[in-house]
């Protein structure tokens, strides 16, 4: 039996439970009219909600939805169903403008709701819990609870709202009866002082009864009215329990997880963020809280309009009514917000952006007085003090920014209250003192943005403000690399709740080859394996020898303050400059897993030499040259096969000529390590001939091949040119160690004009039965037939004039 139809049958009693599930967020009427749908969807397949790789399935599921709300609510055209047509169409474009960017959080609200249907079913049929396996995914989650929570909290606001009606009905009836009784009491006196005759005694008499009557139903009143009052107050003491525990939940929790996620996203960490998700339900407690202190407030009101406390009962308003003015406050300051983050690496007179956010502005009415917002970058002190004294003197910043303040604006589709710098510019930096070893790298500022609106009619005002991540300002280019290590370390080690901007002055290789693997897979699309981040560790401590070293301790002068041994440049700038190389020259090949990269020299002319197969190449990261790449292959020496490096090309090399078309150009090279045909690993990026830029002044434009004298075609003889310089492998001297030869490799831009005349004419050069050029700088193909009638070398063809 379907679940919504066995919902359908339960008690009242637990009906209206299920009742309560559904909210604004996720209307009833959805629920109903797409039933078999729903749980088709939710129960066909289980996936995990956490796991962004999911998110294209979901957002499938979303816009079925959608799609499936737009045809149910078209097909109703009915007069009776009208109101229902308009709730489904509003409801798809809720959906649209709430979900369209994280539509793993209606994935999950959807989930939590069949959940909680089951467990209400459950409940009423005497099911036990564990007995039957729950539908699949159908698990609780934080989104779910926080949900849950909130409709608690509201439906205890809504019976503590009916309790004060009815007080209120009690103080206004008790009001009526005093007044009554108050009038029964002056007759009564009136007709004391008159002559007594059988008349007056008899009258009297009746109002006496009256009148007592009336003070023992005041009486009742009374006793009815503080019970009331009592009771009020317990509700209220026991909601505001409530409120501070989920809003801590909700702030130091979900908050600081979000910006904590977001912080970790300068690093390159996957940030699917929900913040969406985080001010509904913020926007939920301000809402709660607000009606919870308006009611303490009107308790107050009625409670000083009728006097009746006995003597030595404690009233618990007052506190609460601090109590719950603070938790307004504390939602209000908390959550203003930077939803952008500024660079973390400012260049100075450098155009950057941001965007702030008060994700409850819209539901307290902030926008209709839009709040100004200001911008200032103050330096780490200013920032400690800041937080000590919660202010900061005026005219107290350690730069100038242009184009610094801004006013909120809000919109209605999205419901966000924010503004958007995208103008700002740093003019002027104030540095502090340097010690030691300290350089302008080293030191992070931050930009405060502040501002100050009014709630309530002006009743409460907010001063707010919040400071950006750290940011390193830097001059010049050439300071890139150390910002970056001071970004990079301060993201990944940052601690909540810190000192601003303390962080560890050592910590864990783990912890470090997280955060080097989580760079390296945001700016090339593919992670380190476990061989890689051993490599980096080896590095890292200057030990090739290190056997256990997840837990070693690795310090900040290792990271990028000390110079690699027999090296001018520090671990942290060897690694900046290889994921710069890879991820601007290389990133598809080393997706493709065809660049081994983070291996030893040593071990890639043991890993060559163990193939024994002479024109075997690989890929490794150079260790001498910041962000060079070499090429090793196994080649023919003296005696036996002999390992070769290239001088490493660097991203300059990469301008001129990509690393495939330069492997296509030396015709030594045959397999990729171990034995992967090299046209086969590297064919789909060679650049085609038709790709080839060419003029439209009728000259043939050439360009240029990768050389390396002395090696020609594998398996043939290098043909000798004038000029040609010849290599000749070294020998390595009995018992002496291995040195691996470097071999220089030339782009061959000294082709002389004869031959540049040939190409011109020929087309670019001779085509192979691929299609792709086949001329190498060993000029091979002037052996073959030319497809002309005249000598190369005696009947030139006339040069144009330039």
């Known amino acids: 039996m379907a679940l919504w139809a066995r919902a359908q049958s339960l008690p009242p009693e637990a009906l209206q439970q299920v009742r309560a599930i559904y909210t604004d967020r996720f209307p009833i009427e959805v629920r109903h009219f797409l ?53 489904l169409m509003d409801s798809a474009n809720l959906f649209k403008q709430r979900y369209a960017r994280c539509p793993l959080d209606l994935f999950r609200l959807m989930r939590h709701c069949l959940n909680a249907e089951l467990q209400v079913i459950r409940q009423v049929e005497n099911v036990p819990v564990g007995s039957v396996p729950p539908a699949a995914g159908l698990m609780p989650d934080s989104v779910a609870e926080i949900a849950q929570q909130i409709d608690v909290l509201r439906h205890r606001t809504s019976e503590t709202g009916k309790l004060l009606r009815q007080m209120e009905q009690e103080q206004e009836g008790f009001a009526l009866h005093y007044h009554e009784c108050t009038k029964l009491n002056a007759h009564l006196q009136h007709l004391q002082s008159q002559q007594p005759n059988q008349q007056n005694v008899e009258l009297e008499k009746a109002v006496s009864r009256q009148k007592n009557s009336l003070e023992q139903t005041l009486n009742q009143k009374v006793s009815s009215l503080l019970g009331l009052r009592f009771q009020l107050g317990d509700k209220l003491s026991e909601t505001v329990t409530h409120l501070v525990t989920l809003q801590c939940r909700v702030l130091d929790e979900e908050l600081i997880r979000w910006k904590r996620e977001q912080q970790l996203a300068g690093n390159g960490a996957q940030f699917n963020s929900n913040l969406d998700n985080i001010q509904d339900w913020c926007e939920s407690l301000a809402e709660i809280i607000w009606h919870n202190r308006q009611q303490i407030k009107e308790v107050e009101r009625l409670k000083q309009k009728l006097a009746i406390e006995p003597p030595g009962v404690v009233d618990v308003l007052p506190n609460l009514n601090i109590q719950i003015t603070q938790l307004l406050s504390s939602l209000v300051t908390s959550t203003f917000i930077i939803e952008k983050q500024p660079p973390q690496v400012m260049k100075t007179n450098t155009r950057f952006t941001s965007t702030v956010r008060l994700l409850v502005g819209g539901k307290l009415n902030v926008h209709m007085t839009p709040p100004q917002v200001k911008v200032t970058i103050i330096s780490e002190a200013q920032a400690n003090a800041l937080l000590k004294n919660d202010k900061i003197g005026k005219g107290e910043a350690s730069g100038e920014i242009l184009n610094n303040t801004g006013t909120m604006e809000y919109h209605q589709a999205t419901r966000q209250l924010s503004v958007s710098f995208r103008n700002m510019q740093l003019k002027k930096i104030k540095r502090a003192e340097k010690k030691g070893t300290e350089s302008v790298m080293d030191e992070k500022f931050s930009l405060l943005f502040q501002s100050q609106f009014s709630v309530g009619g002006g009743e409460l005002v907010f001063q707010v403000w919040t400071l950006s991540l750290p940011v390193v300002v830097i001059v010049h280019g050439n300071q890139e690399p150390h910002a970056w290590a001071t970004v990079t370390w301060d993201n990944a080690f940052a601690e909540p709740g810190r000192v601003p901007f303390a962080v560890p002055d050592k910590v864990p290789w783990c912890q470090v080859a997280e955060a080097l693997n989580m760079k390296f897979r945001y700016a090339t699309g593919r992670p380190l394996t476990e061989e890689n981040l051993r490599f980096l560790a080896e590095k890292a401590f200057r030990n090739p020898n290190m056997t256990d070293f997840q837990n070693q301790m690795l310090t900040w002068s290792q990271f990028c303050k000390e110079p690699l041994q027999e090296r001018s440049f ?6 900046y400059a290889v994921v710069k190389l890879t991820r601007e020259h290389l990133r598809q090949p080393w997706t493709d897993g065809l660049i081994l990269g983070f291996i030893r020299k040593k071990q890639a002319e043991d890993m060559l030499i163990a193939t024994g197969v002479t024109s075997t190449f690989l890929l490794r990261f150079s260790d001498s040259e910041l962000g060079g790449i070499t090429i090793a292959w196994l080649g023919d020496g003296d005696v036996c096969p002999q390992v070769f490096m290239l001088q490493p090309f660097t991203s300059k090399d990469f301008a001129i000529r990509s690393l495939p078309d330069r492997i296509a150009d030396l015709q030594h090279l045959v397999h990729l390590y171990p034995d992967i045909p090299k046209d086969q690993a590297f064919g789909k990026y060679y650049t085609p001939l038709e790709n080839q830029p060419t003029s439209n002044n009728g000259y043939v434009k050439p360009f240029l091949v990768t050389h390396v004298p002395g090696w020609g075609g594998p398996g043939q003889s290098t043909p000798s040119y004038p000029n040609t310089p010849m290599f000749q492998a070294p020998s390595p001297e009995a018992g002496s160690a291995r040195d691996t030869p470097s071999v220089a490799s030339h782009v061959s831009d000294s082709v002389s004009s004869e031959l540049e005349w040939i190409l011109s004419y020929a087309g670019a050069g001779a085509q192979g039965a691929t299609g792709e050029i086949e001329y190498a700088s060993n000029m091979e193909f002037l052996d073959d037939p030319l497809d002309f009638n005249f000598d190369p070398y005696l009947n030139p063809p006339p040069f144009r004039p330039n």
């Open 35 to 87: 039933a078999s749908w729903i749980e088709e969807k939710m129960w066909s397949m289980d996936i995990d909600i956490d796991n962004p790789q999911n998110e294209q399935y979901a957002s499938s599921i979303v816009g079925d939805l959608i799609q499936q709300l737009e045809t149910k609510a078209n097909s109703m055209n009915s007069e009776e169903l009208v109101i229902t047509k308009y709730k």
């Open 570 to 575: 520090t671990f942290w700038e060897w690694f």
